[in-house]
């Protein structure tokens, strides 16, 4: 629009644009100061020095630290805990990733199937996602308590002898699992009813011209191939969100039983902030960060393609 | 919601399906219903485990009153109100003006800097928090507001979706204001700002549930039984320190701490669900 200058005004329409150009910078660079200045000192910079810290014997209090190169990553391969740690992590992905997509997916297919419902359906499983997950894991500790929990009870109805969900080391990871589940179906479910919701009507009506009569078929043909994107995005979300469980650790088990239920951020917290090894708790971030911008630059690569395909 | 859509099913046939969503919606809401349930019984009852979620006598009082006279909780909900709200007037008042120059003015340095915003959408909250306690520590601001507060003054996610927001904003309204003779102060201020509300509200509500039910960084900047505790930390201290096994009280500390953002949410069911699935990206 401002390109368009009369003939007879441009020879002195040139100094004038050079000058709002230049007020334009100044104000660009005026108004992104503040956001900047907060992001070198509360992001960039610390960033820098978890990475920095990661090769160093750093002990809060001590005297003087020293440069160790790889050994607290070499520590790390060697350390019980740690690699117990990674593994209950890596566990607590692998169960809650599926387990939540597929749920999350046949809940958004099951409220999205009738008319009847659809808010009130959608809001309960919702719930979970704004609520605190502190005083609702205190919640879990009563209902998956041995003696006097409710589920235990139940069990006991059915001539079950429930485990002790949260005390036992060989159920401690599981239990944790199902709270990860029903802290993140909601959310997901959302996403996928968002997808299906973008999915043109008349392509339904085309599938069933085309023979397409069973609701099974239906989902194979139409609606999972148009759900793709959706559920890749989902897909690299829900394990992100998952590889960073802390607060149910933190509230419930503090690791325990025996370091069973160890993972990543929480074996961070206690050795950089209960036993002050900086040093060491940096290279656990450092391996922790590592693994989320594997996930994180996957999904780029997934949400490009998805604009491709768009 | 839709009046009539292709599949629109007699009651008798949409039967089944509100039966399973019934039953699913009740196991989903178990931990809610007992955490209610329990915060009514006195603590015989609770040990008796029984299964009965109505009390044979009531202990209101005694569970709730013995919340409130322990620990100061009205003091740990302000707390949670006071970060939350600091917070995100920060992060508005440096996403919003830095969401606008990069969506819509020229300058050397933009695709730059918006580079380093999409390097920061890479790193956890949780990554500079060594770092950041360390600093903190030294220069003796731990257990302030401040500490709570400042890390996350920044969101380069808000930076990032206010700048897809004004892109798709019509350069039109911004040069009329230009050609009026208002500098990009006012612009920011009186067009960009009030233009802003539908993508401020949905960041709004994504910011303020995540950091009402944050644990991870009060636990490292707030020590000892302080009295900055947010609602996530005072449900620990009184867990810890006073309630131990008595669930009756524990489970009132729950109901209490849980609801202002429960009912906030079943009040403004639909933005909060936009709200958080739209800056959901951040996962």
């Not at chain 1, 810290?53 to 070499?74: C, H, K, M, S």
């Not at chain 1, 609702?136 to 009870?153: E, L």
């Not at chain 1, 829900?238 to 088990?253: G, N, P």
């Not at chain 2, 003779?181 to 509200?201: D, K, Q």
């Amino acid at each position: 629009m401002s390109d368009v200058a009369l003939p007879l005004g441009h020879a002195a329409a040139e100094p004038a644009g050079e000058r709002t150009h230049r007020g334009e910078a100044l104000a660009a660079w005026l108004l992104t100061a503040p956001a900047i200045l907060a992001f070198v000192l509360m992001l960039l910079i610390p960033t820098a020095a978890v990475v920095a810290i990661a090769f160093t014997d750093y002990e809060l209090g001590a005297p003087a630290l020293r440069f160790v190169g790889l050994a607290n990553f070499a520590e790390l391969l060697e350390d019980r805990g740690f690699v117990t740690s990674f593994r209950n992590t890596a566990f607590f992905v692998a169960v809650t990733t599926p387990v939540s997509i597929i749920g999350g997916l046949m809940l958004a297919l099951l409220i999205e199937s009738g008319t009847r419902g659809r808010a009130f359906f959608r809001a309960v499983f919702f719930l979970p996602v704004v609520s605190l997950m502190v005083a609702m894991a205190t919640a879990f500790q009563y209902m998956f308590h041995p003696t006097i929990g409710p589920v235990n009870a139940a069990l006991r109805g059915l001539g079950i002898v429930g485990p002790n969900w949260l005390g036992s080391s060989d159920s401690v990871m599981w239990t944790l699992a199902i709270i990860g589940v029903w802290e993140q179906i909601g959310f997901n479910m959302v996403l996928f009813l968002a997808g299906l919701t973008a999915i043109p009507r008349d392509l339904y009506a085309a599938a069933e011209v085309d023979g397409v009569r069973s609701a099974w078929s239906r989902f194979w043909t139409v609606t999972w191939p148009l759900l793709g994107p959706t559920s890749l995005f989902v897909l690299t979300i829900t394990m992100i969100r998952s590889l960073r469980v802390f607060d149910i650790v933190a509230t419930l088990t503090q690791g325990g039983p025996n370091k069973a239920s160890e993972v990543l951020l929480y074996t961070m917290y206690t050795e950089g902030f209960t036993f002050f090894r900086m040093g060491y708790s940096a290279a656990i971030t450092v391996v922790f960060l590592g693994a989320v911008v594997v996930l994180m630059l996957l999904q780029t690569r997934v949400l490009d393609r998805r604009v491709h395909y768009g | 919601m839709t009046p009539s859509s292709p599949h629109d099913k007699s009651l008798l046939a949409d039967l089944p399906r509100l039966a399973l969503l019934s039953v699913l919606g009740l196991i989903f809401l178990m931990p809610y219903i007992w955490m209610i349930s329990v915060s009514l019984k006195p603590l015989d009852e609770v040990w008796r485990a029984s299964m009965s979620l109505i009390p044979q006598t009531f202990a209101f009082e005694k569970n709730y009153g013995r919340v409130l006279s322990e620990v100061p909780i009205g003091r740990y909900l302000l707390n949670g109100a006071i970060v939350c709200f600091g917070i995100l007037v920060f992060q508005l008042a440096f996403a919003l003006p830095a969401g606008y120059a990069l969506a819509k003015l020229n300058f050397r340095g933009r695709e730059t800097l918006f580079a380093f915003v999409m390097l920061g959408l890479l790193i956890p909250a949780h990554v500079p928090a060594i770092p950041l306690y360390i600093a903190f520590a030294q220069t003796g601001i731990l257990n302030t507001y401040a500490a709570l507060i400042a890390p996350s003054t920044i969101s380069v996610f808000a930076i990032f979706m206010f700048r897809q927001f004004f892109r798709a904003m019509p350069d039109e309204l911004i040069h009329a204001a230009r050609m009026d003779g208002l500098g990009e102060w006012s612009i920011v201020w009186r067009i960009i700002v009030p233009n802003a509300w539908p993508a401020a509200t949905a960041f709004a509500i994504f910011s303020v549930v995540a950091h009402w039910n944050d644990l991870f960084w009060p636990l490292i900047a707030v020590s000892g039984k302080g009295e900055l505790a947010t609602p996530a930390l005072g449900v620990i201290y009184f867990r810890t320190e006073e309630a131990g096994d008595d669930f009756g009280a524990l489970m009132a500390a729950a109901t209490i701490t849980t609801i202002p953002l429960v009912a906030a949410f079943l009040i403004a069911q639909r933005r909060f669900i936009e709200g958080i699935t739209m800056t959901g990206l951040k996962g």
